[in-house]
């Protein structure tokens, strides 16, 4: 597609309940990153994947979070056991390659934006 | 730690008037610098990118800004507001060749006719 697809729009879980946050990255486009945003507060870095391979996850803020690009395309961000703080705007992006300085192309997704009750 | 700071929650301005946006940061060396909009329900969108060199970088729909070293400091300007710009402005940094990007809390603009 012609941008970076996010799914769904808006996600209420109850607190305990496992979601699944889904990315469609832009076609061809190598690299992929989650990022959370909380309320009132700027984008986050959770995780990279070049391809199917993540290669930082550095950002995860607890082993309840988990994200998975298996064929090296769409990938999928899950949360177990959600928690109230866990209430944000989770962003994707893409870009072509990990860094082109000729044209920093991550292009941001809409973002999923997640509240636990 | 390497940190973004954007001074500014909300700022109001005039339609017409001139607008300036303030960011600061703190690295160890020179980062590379951006500007994203996000405007209600959408995604970011890169306004403008800083790397090296001239330091006034111009970026789309109007916008520019200015790098200054000995103030650690990104602003971003634009003579003449327009009502569609209003929307949340995000500075943001990395470290050379870093894909990781270091996110300011973002300052809101609203304009007023």
């Known amino acids: 597609g012609a941008g970076v697809s996010q799914s769904p729009r808006y996600k209420v879980a109850k607190r305990g309940q496992d979601v699944a946050l889904r990315c469609d990255p832009i076609s061809g486009h190598v690299s992929l990153f989650w990022y959370q945003q909380a309320l009132g507060q700027g984008p986050e870095f959770l995780t990279y994947f070049q391809n199917e391979a993540q290669l930082d996850k550095s950002g995860l803020p607890s082993d309840r979070f988990f994200a998975e690009r298996p064929e090296g395309s769409v990938s999928t961000l899950k949360i177990q056991r959600t928690q109230q703080e866990d209430s944000a705007v989770y962003l994707c992006?893409?870009?072509?390659?990990?860094?082109?300085?000729?044209?920093?192309?991550?292009?941001f997704g809409s973002g999923t934006r997640l509240t636990v009750v | 730690a390497q940190s973004v700071t954007q001074p500014d929650i909300h700022i109001t301005v005039s339609e017409g008037a001139s607008l300036e946006l303030r960011c600061n940061y703190s690295?160890?060396?020179?980062?590379?610098l951006f500007w994203y909009v996000q405007s209600p329900g959408q995604g970011l969108q890169l306004l403008l990118k800083?790397?090296?060199?001239?330091?006034l970088v111009q970026g789309i729909k109007g916008f520019e800004a200015e790098f200054k070293r000995s103030q650690s400091s990104f602003n971003l300007r634009k003579p003449s507001v327009h009502w569609s710009d209003a929307a949340e402005y995000f500075c943001?940094?990395?470290?050379?060749?870093?894909?990781?990007?270091?996110f300011g809390k973002g300052t809101k603009l609203s304009v007023i006719p």
């Open positions: 800083y790397f090296s060199g001239d330091t």
């Open positions: 992006a893409s870009s072509l390659a990990a860094w082109d300085r000729s044209n920093y192309g991550y292009t």
């Open positions: 690295y160890g060396a020179t980062p590379y």
């Open positions: 943001a940094a990395s470290g050379a060749g870093s894909y990781q990007l270091t």
